[in-house]
């Protein structure tokens, strides 16, 4: 490294430290060593070491003005790729001398005192990817951001900024945030990627996804002859529509009360179906699910079928209907009800709307899927269908799920690398199980991401809603990941699934939250590997906490094998499982020596 370098990051770090009243214990960052020969604290470079690429000086007790002298000097500006000064005191604004850092693609000053309007020159950075200016006190205006096409973050939560929020293009955001400010005007769109949790605590914004509807302005004379041709359009459709509707409904209208008998969530106090009048009679729970499914061959079944778990040990299916039930989620494809039986007993009610599979099928699948069991998949108790609603009751698990704990508040439990290892070998076993038990009857999971990982009471992992998604509903990796050359890949679920699994291990490594869809984070990572910049990608916890580089990577490689876009390069779920446990034998091998 140059000596004009050298000598501007020393001054630099000096000017920073020497504001804070105690001189910060830092190696190296002397003007007789070298930054990148002898590793100055937070200093990273080229693998050549000789340039500096990134400086991450975060939590250092840094303070006073932040100086941007090190975009004097040219090599070093053109170098520069990553500026991180995170949770330290720096005051004052960031100069408009910033911009000289042309490079520049990540700068992150949350946290600090700083403040002013962000300076209009940080509009011309146009490599930058990501932008945190969190919990300070900045003021004003944005600069025009939006010029930059590349930006993927933009996290700006606390700060006193106002104005318009500039036209991001959303698409191509992992992360924005801009709640508790004093935004207004209108939310551009963000076609549903961001929620209100994004821009809450900003009065003057409105329009979707905050409640707040903006004001209108008045139509122009363009906008009423176009509406007058859609208004005379949509009068024929509405026709059309209402037609249908008024057919559909007396149909719907005359299955009505039995659909509702048997929704457990209604909470009726209908008489029960024949099943349950059999339960009561004293027949055991397997003899009822053979008579059910056998002698329920009408379009709609009014019972619920119960099957061989033992776990639903002493429960009518009465129980059910009358106990209070919670709503837990409504997802995708349906809604999760927490019950609580009159005698103790907590249950996970499903239930699925529009899947169209038939009842016949939908019997067999779940009768099927009762044989294949696994300690580490939950298996259903029972279940309901009609042609409209499916229903499935599941024993409620209340350790919470893997998406909790990645995302969740802990108050300072950490999530440490060892427990993150074991559960990705233990859905890795559990899924090469599943998979090869139900490969001829094409059953895949179908719908496999981190809140359908739940932590039973040893706090293993254990999946669930196993194969609850029609096959043509669970293809929801759109063609043009998969491209066409590869449609006949595209319909195997099973293919899907170790896609799913790859995104599950990636949450894992980067502790980040899977926003919109899984490819957000699964082309993250890509692209940050495909810029040599592998180790950004790790959840800072792991790093921290000094897990083993060397096995993140390793596990990292497997997730990027198993997000590969065509189906047919992703590796088998025997190869993933077997690769993870080696992993996870060269960890519990480690830790012996260590000890
Ligand atoms: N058996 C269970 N016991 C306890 N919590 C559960 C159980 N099953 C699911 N959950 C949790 O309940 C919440 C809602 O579940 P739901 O299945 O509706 O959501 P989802 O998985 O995000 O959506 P979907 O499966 O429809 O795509 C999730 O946080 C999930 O982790």
Not at 554 to 579: D, G
């Amino acid at each position: 490294v140059d000596v004009d370098t050298r000598s501007i990051l020393a001054n630099f770090f000096g000017a920073l430290s020497s504001n804070n009243g105690v001189s910060t214990p830092i190696s190296g960052w002397n003007l007789t060593s070298d930054p990148c020969k002898d590793r100055w604290t937070g200093i990273f470079c080229d693998s050549k070491n000789t340039a500096v690429r990134k400086i991450y000086l975060d939590k250092m007790n840094l303070a006073g003005p932040l100086n941007v002298s090190i975009c004097y000097v040219p090599s070093l500006a053109a170098s520069l790729s990553v500026l991180s000064l995170i949770n330290n005191n720096i005051s004052g604004e960031i100069p408009e001398e910033i911009a000289n850092c042309m490079h520049l693609t990540r700068l992150y000053l949350s946290g600090n005192q700083l403040s002013g309007k962000l300076p209009q020159s940080l509009a011309r950075l146009n490599n930058l990817k990501g932008i945190g200016i969190s919990d300070n006190k900045f003021t004003g205006e944005l600069p025009d951001l939006a010029r930059i096409t590349g930006m993927e973050m933009f996290l700006a939560e606390n700060n006193q900024l106002s104005g318009k929020i500039p036209n991001f293009e959303f698409s191509n955001f992992l992360l924005f945030n801009v709640s508790f400010n004093n935004f207004s005007g209108s939310i551009p769109r963000n076609g549903g990627k961001f929620s209100v949790s994004s821009f809450m605590g900003n009065p003057g914004l409105c329009g979707p996804p905050l409640p707040n509807k903006c004001p209108k302005k008045g139509p122009s004379t363009d906008d009423i002859l176009m509406y007058s041709g859609y208004f005379i359009l949509g009068l024929a459709f509405l026709l059309f529509v209402i037609v249908k509707i008024m057919k559909r409904k007396r149909e719907e209208k005359e299955k009505i009360e039995r659909v509702n008998k048997v929704a457990a969530v209604d909470i009726s106090d209908n008489k029960l179906g024949p099943s349950s009048a059999e339960y009561k009679s004293g027949v055991s729970r397997s003899e009822i699910s053979m008579t059910s499914v056998d002698a329920d061959s009408a379009m709609v079944s009014t019972s619920l079928i119960v099957l061989t778990s033992p776990v639903i040990n002493g429960l009518k299916f009465d129980d059910l209907l009358k106990a209070p039930a919670e709503l837990l989620g409504r997802g995708k494809h349906g809604s999760l009800y927490k019950v609580i039986c009159d005698n103790g007993m907590v249950l996970a009610v499903k239930r699925i709307k529009d899947w169209t599979i038939s009842i016949n099928e939908f019997k067999l699948r779940m009768q099927r899927l009762d044989q294949v069991k696994h300690p580490n998949v939950l298996p259903a108790i029972a279940f309901y269908c009609s042609r409209k609603e499916k229903l499935l009751v599941y024993e409620y698990l209340q350790n919470g799920s893997l998406f909790r704990l990645l995302h969740g508040t802990h108050m300072g439990v950490r999530f440490e690398w060892t427990s993150r290892l074991n559960i990705a070998a233990t859905i890795a076993e559990a899924l090469a199980f599943m998979h090869q038990e139900l490969q001829e009857d094409g059953i895949a999971h179908g719908n496999l991401k981190s809140s359908n990982v739940l932590l039973n009471k040893n706090l293993e992992a254990c999946i669930t809603e196993y194969g609850l998604m029609a096959d043509e509903e669970s293809q929801s990796i759109p063609n043009n990941i998969t491209g066409p050359e590869s449609k006949a890949n595209v319909m195997n679920p099973f293919k899907e699934d170790i896609y799913r699994l790859g995104v599950i291990l990636l949450q894992l490594l980067t502790g980040k939250l899977v926003q919109n869809n899984e490819f957000d984070l699964a082309k993250w990572v890509h692209s940050v590997i495909s810029e040599e910049w592998t180790v950004e990608v790790f959840d800072r916890s792991l790093v921290q906490e000094g897990a083993s580089e060397e096995r993140m990577l390793h596990l990292l490689q497997i997730a990027i094998k198993c997000t590969k876009s065509k189906p047919e390069e992703r590796p088998s779920i025997n190869q993933v499982a077997v690769m993870i446990n080696s992993i996870k034998e060269d960890e519990e091998r480690s830790v012996v020596l260590e000890s």
